[in-house]
Protein backbone atom coordinates (compact mmCIF):
# COMPACT_ATOMS: atom_id res chain seq x y z
CA UNK A 1 0.00 0.00 0.00
CA UNK A 2 1.19 3.70 -0.87
CA UNK A 3 0.73 6.35 2.13
CA UNK A 4 0.17 9.70 1.56
CA UNK A 5 3.59 10.59 2.34
CA UNK A 6 4.99 8.42 -0.09
CA UNK A 7 3.02 9.30 -2.71
CA UNK A 8 4.47 13.13 -2.28
CA UNK A 9 7.79 11.44 -2.18
CA UNK A 10 6.94 9.55 -5.27
CA UNK A 11 5.96 12.93 -7.09
CA UNK A 12 9.23 14.04 -5.98
CA UNK A 13 11.24 11.76 -7.64
CA UNK A 14 9.40 11.75 -10.27
CA UNK A 15 9.86 15.31 -10.96
CA UNK A 16 13.56 15.42 -10.08
CA UNK A 17 14.39 12.40 -12.74
CA UNK A 18 12.45 14.07 -15.03
CA UNK A 19 13.80 17.81 -15.31
CA UNK A 20 17.16 18.85 -14.50
CA UNK A 21 16.05 22.18 -13.39
CA UNK A 22 13.93 20.27 -10.11
CA UNK A 23 15.84 20.86 -7.03
CA UNK A 24 14.09 20.18 -3.74
CA UNK A 25 15.66 22.57 -0.70
CA UNK A 26 15.01 22.56 3.01
CA UNK A 27 15.84 21.97 6.71
CA UNK A 28 17.88 17.81 7.23
CA UNK A 29 15.97 16.98 4.11
CA UNK A 30 19.00 15.19 2.77
CA UNK A 31 20.88 12.56 4.85
CA UNK A 32 18.17 12.47 7.80
CA UNK A 33 15.18 13.00 5.28
CA UNK A 34 13.39 15.60 6.26
CA UNK A 35 11.33 15.90 10.12
CA UNK A 36 8.19 13.43 8.35
CA UNK A 37 11.00 11.39 5.98
CA UNK A 38 9.28 13.66 3.02
CA UNK A 39 12.72 13.36 1.23
CA UNK A 40 14.04 9.57 2.35
CA UNK A 41 16.65 8.59 0.32
CA UNK A 42 16.61 11.52 -2.43
CA UNK A 43 19.62 12.71 -1.73
CA UNK A 44 21.65 9.36 -2.50
CA UNK A 45 19.17 8.85 -5.71
CA UNK A 46 19.70 12.53 -6.89
CA UNK A 47 22.98 13.84 -5.54
CA UNK A 48 23.72 17.87 -4.80
CA UNK A 49 19.58 18.00 -5.94
CA UNK A 50 18.04 17.71 -2.52
CA UNK A 51 20.17 20.18 -0.10
CA UNK A 52 19.64 20.93 3.48
CA UNK A 53 19.03 24.99 3.93
CA UNK A 54 20.18 26.86 7.41
CA UNK A 55 17.62 27.55 10.03
CA UNK A 56 15.91 30.31 8.58
CA UNK A 57 12.70 30.43 6.48
CA UNK A 58 13.31 33.46 5.14
CA UNK A 59 16.56 32.65 3.57
CA UNK A 60 15.09 29.65 1.86
CA UNK A 61 12.39 30.58 0.15
CA UNK A 62 14.58 33.95 -0.51
CA UNK A 63 17.31 31.46 -2.31
CA UNK A 64 14.49 30.03 -4.34
CA UNK A 65 12.78 32.71 -5.66
CA UNK A 66 16.12 34.04 -7.04
CA UNK A 67 16.70 29.95 -8.30
CA UNK A 68 13.01 30.41 -10.08
CA UNK A 69 14.38 33.55 -11.60
CA UNK A 70 17.30 32.28 -12.91
CA UNK A 71 15.21 29.12 -15.02
CA UNK A 72 15.51 26.60 -11.82
CA UNK A 73 12.23 24.79 -10.52
CA UNK A 74 12.64 24.51 -6.46
CA UNK A 75 10.64 22.46 -4.20
CA UNK A 76 11.18 24.09 -0.66
CA UNK A 77 10.13 22.23 2.35
CA UNK A 78 9.16 24.04 5.31
CA UNK A 79 9.13 22.42 8.56
CA UNK A 80 6.05 22.89 9.39
CA UNK A 81 3.47 25.28 7.84
CA UNK A 82 3.58 27.31 10.78
CA UNK A 83 7.62 28.37 10.52
CA UNK A 84 6.20 29.62 6.82
CA UNK A 85 5.01 32.95 8.30
CA UNK A 86 9.09 33.63 9.00
CA UNK A 87 9.18 33.59 5.22
CA UNK A 88 5.82 35.70 4.62
CA UNK A 89 7.54 39.10 2.89
CA UNK A 90 9.43 36.53 0.24
CA UNK A 91 6.62 34.33 -0.19
CA UNK A 92 3.71 37.35 -0.96
CA UNK A 93 5.92 39.91 -1.52
CA UNK A 94 8.65 38.46 -3.92
CA UNK A 95 7.10 35.11 -5.16
CA UNK A 96 3.64 36.35 -5.59
CA UNK A 97 4.59 39.57 -7.40
CA UNK A 98 6.90 38.90 -9.29
CA UNK A 99 5.45 37.87 -12.81
CA UNK A 100 3.32 41.12 -12.65
CA UNK A 101 6.33 43.24 -11.91
CA UNK A 102 8.83 41.96 -14.06
CA UNK A 103 6.98 39.44 -16.81
CA UNK A 104 9.75 36.79 -15.43
CA UNK A 105 7.65 33.49 -14.20
CA UNK A 106 8.40 32.06 -10.69
CA UNK A 107 8.01 28.78 -10.23
CA UNK A 108 8.39 27.79 -7.23
CA UNK A 109 6.70 25.25 -4.96
CA UNK A 110 6.72 25.83 -1.12
CA UNK A 111 5.28 22.40 0.76
CA UNK A 112 3.54 22.72 4.23
CA UNK A 113 2.94 20.54 6.51
CA UNK A 114 -0.22 21.70 8.22
CA UNK A 115 -3.21 21.10 10.03
CA UNK A 116 -3.08 19.41 13.73
CA UNK A 117 -2.01 15.99 15.35
CA UNK A 118 -2.76 15.18 18.78
CA UNK A 119 -0.35 16.93 20.95
CA UNK A 120 0.94 19.34 18.70
CA UNK A 121 0.04 22.36 20.32
CA UNK A 122 -0.29 25.94 18.70
CA UNK A 123 3.23 26.03 17.42
CA UNK A 124 3.17 23.05 14.92
CA UNK A 125 -0.47 22.49 13.90
CA UNK A 126 -1.69 25.91 11.86
CA UNK A 127 -3.55 25.76 8.71
CA UNK A 128 -2.78 28.85 6.75
CA UNK A 129 -4.14 28.21 3.28
CA UNK A 130 -6.43 31.12 3.58
CA UNK A 131 -3.67 33.49 4.59
CA UNK A 132 -2.03 32.37 1.23
CA UNK A 133 -4.91 32.45 -0.70
CA UNK A 134 -5.68 36.12 0.15
CA UNK A 135 -2.47 37.26 -2.17
CA UNK A 136 -3.22 37.07 -6.03
CA UNK A 137 -0.65 35.26 -8.11
CA UNK A 138 -0.20 32.65 -5.43
CA UNK A 139 -2.01 29.44 -6.05
CA UNK A 140 -3.19 27.22 -3.03
CA UNK A 141 -3.53 23.36 -3.20
CA UNK A 142 -4.83 21.20 -0.39
CA UNK A 143 -4.41 18.00 -1.47
CA UNK A 144 -7.13 15.38 0.57
CA UNK A 145 -6.23 12.01 -0.99
CA UNK A 146 -3.27 10.03 -1.99
CA UNK A 147 -3.89 10.35 -5.94
CA UNK A 148 -4.02 14.10 -5.47
CA UNK A 149 -1.07 14.03 -3.16
CA UNK A 150 1.04 12.60 -6.14
CA UNK A 151 -0.36 14.20 -9.15
CA UNK A 152 -1.37 17.61 -7.73
CA UNK A 153 2.26 17.96 -6.44
CA UNK A 154 3.45 17.12 -9.69
CA UNK A 155 1.40 19.81 -11.22
CA UNK A 156 2.54 22.23 -9.17
CA UNK A 157 6.39 21.63 -9.90
CA UNK A 158 5.21 21.78 -13.61
CA UNK A 159 3.63 25.22 -13.21
CA UNK A 160 4.80 28.55 -13.78
CA UNK A 161 3.62 30.19 -11.23
CA UNK A 162 4.55 29.63 -7.64
CA UNK A 163 2.54 26.88 -5.31
CA UNK A 164 2.02 26.93 -1.35
CA UNK A 165 1.53 23.18 -1.26
CA UNK A 166 -0.25 22.62 2.15
CA UNK A 167 0.03 18.80 2.52
CA UNK A 168 -1.99 17.77 6.02
CA UNK A 169 0.31 15.94 8.47
CA UNK A 170 -2.13 13.41 9.98
CA UNK A 171 -2.80 11.93 6.52
CA UNK A 172 0.81 11.15 6.11
CA UNK A 173 0.69 7.68 7.18
CA UNK A 174 -3.37 7.58 8.08
CA UNK A 175 -4.17 7.63 3.86
CA UNK A 176 -3.28 4.83 2.08
CA UNK A 177 -4.10 4.14 -1.48
CA UNK A 178 -3.23 0.71 -3.52
CA UNK A 179 -1.34 2.54 -6.59
CA UNK A 180 -0.32 6.06 -7.83
CA UNK A 181 -3.12 7.49 -10.61
CA UNK A 182 -1.68 7.62 -14.19
CA UNK A 183 -3.99 11.07 -14.30
CA UNK A 184 -5.57 13.39 -12.15
CA UNK A 185 -8.00 16.33 -12.20
CA UNK A 186 -6.51 19.84 -13.14
CA UNK A 187 -5.70 21.91 -10.47
CA UNK A 188 -8.62 24.27 -9.66
CA UNK A 189 -11.25 21.91 -10.17
CA UNK A 190 -12.99 20.27 -7.18
CA UNK A 191 -14.54 16.43 -6.98
CA UNK A 192 -17.53 15.32 -6.02
CA UNK A 193 -16.30 12.85 -3.09
CA UNK A 194 -19.49 11.45 -2.59
CA UNK A 195 -22.99 12.52 -4.19
CA UNK A 196 -25.97 13.21 -2.39
CA UNK A 197 -29.06 14.63 -2.26
CA UNK A 198 -30.17 16.21 1.01
CA UNK A 199 -27.39 18.80 1.90
CA UNK A 200 -24.26 19.78 0.57
CA UNK A 201 -21.04 19.90 2.33
CA UNK A 202 -17.89 21.68 1.07
CA UNK A 203 -14.46 20.88 2.54
CA UNK A 204 -11.29 19.94 2.00
CA UNK A 205 -7.83 18.01 3.09
CA UNK A 206 -8.34 16.10 6.07
CA UNK A 207 -11.80 17.48 6.98
CA UNK A 208 -13.04 15.64 3.81
CA UNK A 209 -12.83 12.19 5.54
CA UNK A 210 -14.15 13.42 8.50
CA UNK A 211 -16.92 14.87 6.29
CA UNK A 212 -17.32 11.22 4.20
CA UNK A 213 -17.37 9.73 7.95
CA UNK A 214 -20.45 11.90 9.07
CA UNK A 215 -22.01 11.15 5.70
CA UNK A 216 -21.82 7.28 6.54
CA UNK A 217 -23.36 7.71 9.79
CA UNK A 218 -26.64 10.56 8.48
CA UNK A 219 -26.97 7.43 5.80
CA UNK A 220 -28.35 5.06 8.32
CA UNK A 221 -30.91 7.91 8.71
CA UNK A 222 -31.76 7.96 5.42
CA UNK A 223 -30.01 11.51 5.14
CA UNK A 224 -27.63 11.77 1.79
CA UNK A 225 -25.17 14.26 1.96
CA UNK A 226 -22.87 15.42 -1.23
CA UNK A 227 -19.61 15.83 -0.15
CA UNK A 228 -17.51 18.31 -2.01
CA UNK A 229 -13.52 18.18 -2.45
CA UNK A 230 -12.32 21.78 -3.05
CA UNK A 231 -8.55 20.33 -3.34
CA UNK A 232 -7.59 24.00 -4.12
CA UNK A 233 -8.51 26.78 -2.27
CA UNK A 234 -6.84 29.20 -4.56
CA UNK A 235 -8.35 29.21 -7.49
CA UNK A 236 -11.79 28.33 -5.96
CA UNK A 237 -13.69 26.39 -8.21
CA UNK A 238 -17.17 27.63 -7.50
CA UNK A 239 -19.13 26.22 -10.21
CA UNK A 240 -19.11 22.72 -9.06
CA UNK A 241 -20.18 23.97 -5.38
CA UNK A 242 -23.32 26.05 -6.85
CA UNK A 243 -23.97 23.17 -9.23
CA UNK A 244 -24.11 21.03 -5.76
CA UNK A 245 -25.71 23.49 -4.27
CA UNK A 246 -28.26 23.59 -7.12
CA UNK A 247 -28.76 19.86 -6.26
CA UNK A 248 -29.15 20.19 -2.56
CA UNK A 249 -30.41 23.35 -1.36
CA UNK A 250 -28.38 23.36 1.22
CA UNK A 251 -24.90 24.16 2.30
CA UNK A 252 -22.15 23.25 4.83
CA UNK A 253 -18.89 24.43 4.54
CA UNK A 254 -16.43 22.59 6.97
CA UNK A 255 -12.41 23.72 7.54
CA UNK A 256 -9.99 22.98 10.41
CA UNK A 257 -9.19 26.54 9.94
CA UNK A 258 -10.11 29.13 12.44
CA UNK A 259 -12.78 30.68 11.16
CA UNK A 260 -12.21 34.54 10.68
CA UNK A 261 -12.21 35.50 7.04
CA UNK A 262 -11.13 31.64 6.50
CA UNK A 263 -11.83 29.43 2.88
CA UNK A 264 -15.50 28.76 4.33
CA UNK A 265 -16.32 32.45 4.70
CA UNK A 266 -15.10 32.83 1.31
CA UNK A 267 -17.41 29.77 -0.13
CA UNK A 268 -20.35 30.71 1.96
CA UNK A 269 -20.04 34.13 0.35
CA UNK A 270 -19.88 33.31 -3.34
CA UNK A 271 -22.98 30.99 -2.75
CA UNK A 272 -24.79 33.81 -1.09
CA UNK A 273 -23.58 36.33 -4.00
CA UNK A 274 -24.43 33.78 -6.86
CA UNK A 275 -26.36 31.59 -5.57
CA UNK A 276 -29.05 32.89 -2.75
CA UNK A 277 -32.02 31.73 -4.91
CA UNK A 278 -31.02 28.20 -4.54
CA UNK A 279 -30.67 27.66 -0.56
CA UNK A 280 -33.88 26.38 0.90
CA UNK A 281 -31.76 27.07 4.32
CA UNK A 282 -29.20 29.54 5.93
CA UNK A 283 -25.41 28.04 4.96
CA UNK A 284 -23.87 26.97 7.88
CA UNK A 285 -20.25 26.95 8.50
CA UNK A 286 -17.78 24.81 11.38
CA UNK A 287 -14.44 25.08 11.87
CA UNK A 288 -12.15 24.45 14.93
CA UNK A 289 -12.54 27.05 17.64
CA UNK A 290 -11.11 30.58 17.73
CA UNK A 291 -8.66 29.89 19.81
CA UNK A 292 -4.40 29.11 19.02
CA UNK A 293 -4.50 25.08 18.73
CA UNK A 294 -4.48 23.45 22.03
CA UNK A 295 -1.72 20.68 23.47
CA UNK A 296 -3.99 17.91 25.46
CA UNK A 297 -5.19 15.32 22.88
CA UNK A 298 -8.91 15.57 24.11
CA UNK A 299 -8.72 19.65 23.82
CA UNK A 300 -7.15 19.55 20.33
CA UNK A 301 -10.20 16.56 19.97
CA UNK A 302 -12.66 18.94 20.97
CA UNK A 303 -11.00 22.22 19.17
CA UNK A 304 -11.41 20.82 15.47
CA UNK A 305 -14.67 19.64 13.41
CA UNK A 306 -14.86 16.06 13.63
CA UNK A 307 -17.21 13.45 11.71
CA UNK A 308 -18.79 13.96 15.27
CA UNK A 309 -19.91 17.67 15.32
CA UNK A 310 -20.32 17.87 11.54
CA UNK A 311 -22.63 15.05 11.62
CA UNK A 312 -24.65 17.18 14.40
CA UNK A 313 -24.45 20.68 12.16
CA UNK A 314 -25.57 18.74 9.14
CA UNK A 315 -28.46 17.57 11.24
CA UNK A 316 -29.58 20.82 12.61
CA UNK A 317 -29.38 22.10 9.29
CA UNK A 318 -32.06 19.56 7.85
CA UNK A 319 -34.11 20.68 10.51
CA UNK A 320 -34.29 24.18 8.75
Same mark, same amino acid.
Given at each position: ?????????????????????? /????????? /???????????????????????????????????????????????????????????????????????????????????????????????????????? #????????????????????????????? /????????? &????????????????????????????????????????????????????????????? #????????????????????????????????????????????????????????????? &?????????????????????????
Amino acid at each position: MITYLDAIRAAMAKALADDPRV /FIYGQDIGA /FGGAFKATKNLAQEFPGRVIDAPISEDAIAGLAVGAAIEGMRPVVEIQFADFSTLAFNQIVNQAATLFWRTGTPCPLVVRLPSGGTSGSGPFHSQSLEALYALY #PGLVVMTPATVEDAYGMLLEAIALNDPVI /FCEHKFLYY &HLKAKQLPATALPAGKARIARAGRDLTVVTYSAMVHEALAAAEELAAENCELEIVDLRTVK #PLDTDTVIASVARTGRLLCVSEAWPWGGVSAEVIARVASEGFNLLDAPPKRLNSKDTPVPY &HPSLWAAHRPTARSIAAAARDLLRQ
